[in-house]
């Protein structure tokens, strides 16, 4: 098999959630270009529906769907929706997600928050993996990659929702491939510091240095980083790798703060 044909996604349908902005979108764009048909979802269905006009440049089919994956009859019309229109389903991202990172002292939490935070990153991710393994198993070519985060194998002061949700992700990563094989991937990526409109509200030029002082490539990362990555587990290119998590983070190894 060639190159190309290892990273094509042709005929394949893809599932992105947060898919609005930043990696998500990124991520669609990449399947889309690789000729995945692309399913973009997001909180904000407008940004779903400019992402999936965009992904049709590409020359396949797109769809923006409003989805909020806090609400699981959102995630299963997600799913049904997608099936409807399309057939099938072969690639999922579980890429939306979010909490307080930077701001959840111990003192502060409440099982409120906790569940929250815990339901964007880790089980709504689950719920969307049971609904369509099904359907992958069907088709009989199944990609799951779920974001995860640096900060699931690091730490850093008053991250220990977030953090532990995303390492969390790392380990249902693993589960989920051995459950679901032979027939279904699942693989997980840990994200660093990448330059999105989340990173942006946060960011101040000291902390800025304070981060590429501990890079190696001395760069924060562009959601093309990312997007590479979410392609290569999506494909064919990684047909003999599953229950893995590869950190894209510029060579960080040590603490975040």
Not at 5 to 32: C, M, P, Q, R, W
Not at 144 to 168: L, R
Request: glycine share 10%; charged share 20%; net charge negative.
């Amino acid at each position: 098999m060639s190159i190309k044909e290892k990273y094509d996604l042709t005929g394949k349908v893809a599932i992105i959630t947060g898919a609005g902005d930043g990696i998500g979108k990124a991520s669609a764009l990449k399947l889309a270009e690789a000729g995945a048909i692309v399913v973009c979802s997001d909180l904000n269905e407008e940004k779903a529906k400019i992402t999936a006009e965009e992904s049709k440049k590409f020359g396949v089919d797109a769809l923006g769907v409003k989805c909020n994956v806090l609400q699981e009859e959102d995630l299963n019309n997600l799913v049904d929706i997608t099936v409807k229109t399309f057939g099938k389903v072969n690639i999922l991202v579980n890429n939306a997600g979010g909490g307080g990172a930077g701001r959840e002292s111990i003192e502060s939490l409440t099982l409120e928050y906790i569940t929250r935070t815990y339901t964007l990153n880790l089980f709504s991710g689950l719920i969307l993996t049971k609904l369509c393994a099904p359907h992958m198993k069907a088709d009989g070519y199944g990609s799951i990659v779920n974001i995860s985060s640096m900060s699931a194998n690091m730490v850093s002061h008053n991250m220990i929702i977030y953090g532990s949700s995303k390492a969390a992700v790392n380990q249902a990563t693993k589960y989920a491939a051995y459950d679901l094989g032979p027939e279904i991937r699942v693989n997980a990526i840990g994200p660093g510091a990448i330059k999105t409109h989340a990173l942006g509200t946060v960011l101040t030029p000291e902390i800025e240095a304070k981060m590429l002082a501990k890079t190696p490539l001395k760069r924060l990362g562009d959601v093309e980083d990312i997007s590479m990555a979410v392609l290569y587990f999506a494909s064919p290119a990684s047909a003999w790798t599953s229950g893995q998590v590869i950190y894209v983070n510029g060579g960080g190894t040590q603490e975040l703060d």
